[in-house]
Nanobody, 116 residues
Framework: QVQLVESGGGLVQAGGSLRLSCAAS????????MGWFRQAPGKEREFVAR???????FYATSVKGRFTISRDNAKNTVYLQMNSLKPEDTAVYSC??????????WGQGTQVTVSS
């Protein structure tokens, strides 16, 4: 079982930046496919970014060029650097870990609020 704990959310003005962190348990973190998702009030959860064990990354069109996902395998942590934030980025951000079996674990999420 993998436990995920997000941190780094908060209130920021439009145009500002935040860095989210997600600390994972487990001894094979480097093999996990890690992802960030978000859910705004009244909306479905949507994909934000993903990084594979190879280091490859993929982004949603809405955040490409503004957000950067990265991982530190020595710290069992994945990050989401968010720049040029917009009010429409306001959501609860959750990280996920997909393990070798294909099962995907989820964290509890951290609130990001961008004021205009």
């Amino acid at each position: 079982q993998v436990q995920l704990v997000e941190s780094g959310g908060g209130l920021v003005q439009a145009g500002g930046s935040l860095r989210l962190s997600c600390a994972a348990s487990g001894r094979t973190f480097s093999s996990y496919t890690m992802g960030w998702f978000r859910q705004a009030p009244g909306k479905e959860r949507e994909f934000v970014a993903r990084t594979w064990s190879s280091g490859s990354t993929f982004y949603a069109t809405s955040v490409k060029g503004r957000f950067t996902i990265s991982r530190d395998n020595a710290k069992n942590t994945v990050y989401l650097q968010m720049n040029s934030l917009k009010p429409e980025d306001t959501a609860v951000y959750s990280c996920s870990a997909r393990v070798a079996s294909g099962y995907e674990y989820w964290g509890q999420g951290t609130q990001v609020t961008v004021s205009s």
